[in-house]
Each structure stands twice: as C-alpha cells, then as structure tokens.
C-alpha cells in the first residue's frame, strides 16, 4: 500500500539534545511537508521541499533542519535551539504541482516531548 | 493576505441531527478550497475539496461543503450526524503567496462533539 510512514510514534527527548525526526514515502510524490501542531493552534508549516536536495523554511524553521537527499525521505531534526519542541509533528506529501487537485497526504505524526 | 478562519473552537451536536462546522477564507485569485478531518494521534485525512463547478462538493463519509464566493465561506456540513463523526476538523486553502503554489493554509480546527 502506497502512503507516508513516520517514525517512531512516540519520542522523548532530553534538555540539549537533537533528535530527528523520520518520514518516508512511497507515493512517489516529488513535494514533502513537516508541520507542527499544538493544541487550538492548528497546524504550522515548518519546512517543505518540492524536489531532491532543496527545501524551503516555513513559518516557523528556527531551532530545526531538514535534508532532502532522496526523493522518499525528508527527516526533520529538532535541535536544541528549539526551545519549546513538545508538540505533535506530522509530516505530509504531494504530487507536484497537483496539490490543488489532491491536497496532502498525511503521516500518523510523531508525538515529542520534552523530559 | 491569504488566510482561513475557523470561528468555532468546539460544535457539539446530537445524533441524528444536522451538523455544519464553519470556514471563511480570503485569498487571492480563485480559491482551491479543502476539508480534513483528524481522528486523536492520527494524521490528517481528505475529507472534500472544491476547485471549480458545482458549489455543492460532496466527500468521503457523508459530508458535503458548500461554496459560497460572495461570503467568502466554505462550510462543512452533514444531514444527520454519527458518534463516529467526533474528531478534529481542519479547513484549508491553497496558498498562493509564492508562484509555486505548491502550499496549503490550514485554519485552527473545530472540534466536533456528536453526542449520543
């Protein structure tokens, strides 16, 4: 079955520490999204990429990063200058440029927090 | 400035009846309008979207939304709704601020409530 599959589910990270984050897909979408959600504040864009190594800073890219060096993989790596980093992240896809026609397709998120 | 809004935080409704969740939206050019809906520690699911034609767009699970340009609104609605209707719901708007259009605006999220 084609879709996005984030890992892992849930994630626990120290004070100082980076982790990343995994998204992989195999809907041989060329453009790929990270969000983050907080409650009552919906979803934030914090970094997208439309082809193979590029990728552009959304709304909120201070204190992560993102590599795009296969068109089925696009990790996010929170690092520790991100100084509030618990929060849902989802990670997202699109055909290109046919998001107007078929929206995203969403992973099932990964859950992190801050211990 | 290209932007969506969804007015309600929660809507709660019982069985059986009707449910509308609301969206207005501003953009430029023409609007590329989309529903999803969010179940707890999932991921987003398409539900509708609406590009051109018909105002009336109808989706997955019995919803349907209503397109109306002179409102600028785009609501969600059902005839008669389920238990299983209770989730997170999330309108959203091609965003067409960089060339690419290749983004999508999402509004804050209604809670719905459908109590037995």
């Given at each position: 079955?084609?879709?996005?599959?984030?890992?892992?589910?849930?994630?626990?990270?120290?004070?100082?520490?980076?982790?990343?984050?995994?998204c992989e897909q195999n809907l041989n979408h060329d453009a790929m999204y990270w969000y983050r959600q907080d409650p009552g504040q919906g979803l934030r864009?914090?970094?997208?990429?439309?082809?193979?190594?590029?990728?552009?800073?959304?709304?909120?890219?201070?204190?992560?990063?993102?590599?795009?060096?296969?068109?089925?993989?696009?990790?996010?790596?929170?690092?520790?200058?991100?100084?509030?980093?618990?929060?849902?992240?989802?990670?997202?896809?699109?055909?290109?440029?046919?998001?107007?026609?078929?929206?995203?397709?969403?992973?099932s998120g990964t859950r992190l927090t801050v211990v | 400035a290209q932007s969506v809004a969804q007015p309600e935080d929660q809507v709660n409704v019982a069985?059986?009846?009707?449910?509308?969740?609301?969206?207005?939206?501003?953009?430029?050019?023409?609007?590329?309008?989309?529903?999803?809906?969010?179940?707890?520690?999932?991921?987003?699911?398409?539900?509708?979207?609406?590009?051109?034609?018909?105002?009336?767009?109808?989706?997955?699970?019995?919803?349907?939304?209503?397109?109306?340009?002179?409102?600028?609104?785009?609501?969600?609605?059902?005839?008669?709704?389920?238990?299983?209707?209770?989730?997170?719901?999330?309108?959203?708007?091609?965003?067409?601020?960089?060339?690419?259009?290749?983004?999508?605006?999402?509004?804050?999220?209604?809670?719905?409530?459908?109590?037995?």
């Open positions: 079955d084609g879709g996005i599959t984030q890992s892992p589910k849930y994630l626990f990270r120290k004070e100082g520490q980076n982790v990343t984050l995994s864009l914090i970094y997208y990429s439309q082809i193979v190594n590029d990728f552009q800073k959304g709304d909120i890219a201070e204190g992560y990063s993102v590599s795009r060096e296969k068109k089925e993989s696009f990790p996010l790596t929170v690092t520790s200058a991100q100084k509030n980093p618990t929060a849902f992240y989802l990670c997202a896809s699109s055909s290109y440029p046919g998001v107007s026609n078929y929206g995203y397709t969403f992973g | 069985e059986g009846n009707p449910l509308t969740v609301k969206c207005t939206y501003s953009v430029s050019g023409n609007p590329y309008l989309f529903w999803y809906v969010q179940y707890p520690n999932r991921g987003l699911q398409f539900l509708l979207k609406y590009i051109t034609g018909d105002n009336l767009v109808k989706g997955s699970y019995g919803f349907e939304a209503e397109f109306n340009k002179s409102q600028t609104s785009f609501h969600l609605k059902k005839p008669s709704a389920l238990v299983s209707d209770s989730a997170l719901y999330f309108c959203a708007v091609r965003d067409m601020r960089d060339s690419s259009a290749s983004k999508i605006i999402f509004g804050s999220g209604t809670r719905l409530s459908i109590r037995p």
